[in-house]
């Protein structure tokens, strides 16, 4: 008897599956709070020179209004706002009469330092450590930083979860994510900082994985693609709160806190959530798996059905004929079959993740208060998702996956074509383009599940994150190329989506077939 016949049998969505999903609610609500805080955390508020502490003309000066003096010494850009980043190295006071016009005016870098505009930010990283201008680079690197330290922890955690178990190594990301986190708000230097995200990112990693396979290993096959997006709408409401506690805290060590303080509760519920029966089974823990589905059963009032499955069924349903065989990250590029599956959709995932922040970590750049667009952002997520599971029951995995990529490419392409001054039309099409990248991202967690067998599911969604977070690292990098030429990123952005859309046309459907459980599911399919 397969799994997926015995979770059939004992209940494939009942209250145990929801008690799982609601245990796993207060971790996973964390993870877009910290995915996304940069949004917030490393905004640039509008800055200036700083010249309080000018000594020319001290009599002139005395007499001049704050207006006067930042006309005199700070030019003024083409749009009419002052310079963030130059002012005269002379003042000129002529401007006091005349409009403000620094082209044949020799200017300098900023000496003393910035002002910056505290109105809808109280601190945040770049007024902490003066990160902007000539070091507006190190800003975006707190982002790039975060992310690499998910990428490596991705495959660690995937690795070690596939060898010691789900559940005791969700409780390792759950604590060390806490710890890492709270360090953070507690830096001292720009240093100290980057280091513990780093750290907090590789822990995050851990929930982000192990917490989505866990959920989907214990639905059956009628209700996977339920499990999927509704796990998946924990990522929603987390943006939506990371809105409100963003608005309400603007103060960027305060945010950090408030945002990873669900994880305490995480580490409380911990005591009641299962461990993978399919993973105790493929591992010859088959009287704990039993342990399991007993409770499985009798929690969604199947208990009767039980009478069938012993840990001797259990022992023969699918298990490796060696159960002290340990799996790695070779195995997945040993045989054909599965080595396809592994670089398609390590592409895939490259493609999904590197235009879904392309986008969500620009939320300054359509012309909005970067709350409402966060907001936007997020609201659109609610009925995108309600059509993407539909999709996916009716029609597939695999043109779910495809269409999403490419109509996010052609939303990126018409905004290429559209002004800046355009914010209207702007704004809606990259909420479409956010709306649609997020249907893949939905999609391709789910999909990638699927497509792994069991004894190697970890490590294929290990890889696959690594893959990913490679993309988002790379991401926010990629809008510094606006100074070389205004149109590359997005054309980058555009051109990797549509690329990886028509990649996923070389990966097999998925929809309404069984959890392969071994590698040779993958290249014998029975």
């Avoid at 392309?358 to 995108?384: A, H, K, W």
């Avoid at 074509?417 to 209207?424: E, I, R």
Wanted: net charge neutral; glycine share 6%.
């Amino acid at each position: 008897m397969k799994f997926d016949s015995i979770f059939s049998e004992i209940g494939g969505f009942g209250k145990f599956q929801l008690m799982l999903i609601l245990i796993q609610l207060t971790s996973r609500i964390t993870l877009p709070c910290h995915f996304l805080l940069n949004n917030f955390i490393a905004a640039v508020p509008a800055h200036h020179c700083d010249i309080s502490n000018l000594n020319d003309d001290a009599v002139v000066l005395g007499n001049l209004t704050l207006e006067q003096k930042l006309a005199a010494h700070v030019p003024v850009e083409q749009d009419g706002t002052l310079s963030p980043c130059k002012m005269f190295e002379k003042p000129q006071y002529q401007h006091l009469s005349s409009p403000n016009s620094s082209e044949d005016t020799p200017t300098l870098e900023c000496p003393n330092g910035w002002v910056f505009d505290n109105s809808t930010y109280r601190s945040t990283l770049a007024t902490e450590w003066d990160l902007v201008c000539s070091s507006k680079g190190l800003n975006k690197a707190t982002a790039t930083i975060f992310f690499i330290g998910v990428m490596i922890g991705a495959p660690i955690f995937g690795l070690v979860s596939d060898r010691f178990g789900r559940r005791p190594l969700l409780l390792v990301a759950y604590v060390s994510a806490l710890i890492f986190a709270t360090i953070s708000s507690f830096s001292t230097s720009y240093g100290m900082f980057v280091t513990m995200r780093f750290f907090t990112g590789m822990s995050l990693a851990g929930i982000s994985i192990i917490s989505y396979v866990l959920n989907v290993e214990w639905f059956s096959v009628e209700h996977r693609t339920f499990s999927g997006v509704i796990i998946s709408l924990d990522w929603t409401f987390g943006t939506w709160i990371l809105v409100g506690l963003a608005y309400m805290v603007n103060e960027w060590r305060i945010l950090i806190l408030v945002a990873t303080s669900p994880l305490v509760l995480s580490i409380i519920l911990w005591r009641w959530l299962p461990e993978s029966s399919r993973w105790l089974a493929a591992n010859g823990k088959v009287e704990a798996a039993h342990y399991y589905i007993m409770k499985c059963a009798k929690m969604n009032n199947r208990s009767t059905c039980m009478a069938a499955i012993t840990p001797t069924t259990l022992l023969d349903s699918d298990l490796p004929t060696e159960t002290g065989q340990k799996y790695t990250f070779v195995d997945l590029f040993r045989t054909p079959n599965i080595r396809k599956i592994a670089i398609c959709s390590g592409i895939v995932w490259y493609g999904v993740a590197f235009t879904y922040y392309g986008i969500s970590l620009n939320i300054t750049g359509f012309g909005l208060n970067p709350y409402l667009t966060q907001f936007i952002f997020g609201i659109i997520e609610m009925p995108m998702k309600i059509g993407v599971y539909y999709f996916l029951k009716r029609i597939g995995r695999r043109p779910g996956q495809t269409w999403s990529l490419l109509t996010t490419g052609l939303c990126l392409f018409i905004n290429i074509f559209v002004p800046k001054d355009k914010w209207a039309i702007r704004t809606v099409v990259a909420v479409l383009g956010k709306a649609f990248s997020e249907a893949s991202f939905t999609t391709v967690f789910l999909y990638t599940t699927e497509l792994y067998p069991t004894v190697v599911r970890q490590n294929g969604l290990g890889y696959t994150s690594f893959m990913a977070r490679l993309g988002v690292s790379i991401s926010p990098l990629i809008a510094l190329l606006g100074d070389v030429w205004h149109l590359l990123p997005e054309m980058i952005y555009c051109l990797v989506a549509v690329v990886s859309g028509f990649v996923v046309l070389l990966l097999p459907e998925t929809l309404n077939r069984q959890l392969p459980e071994l590698i040779e599911d993958i290249e014998h399919p029975r």
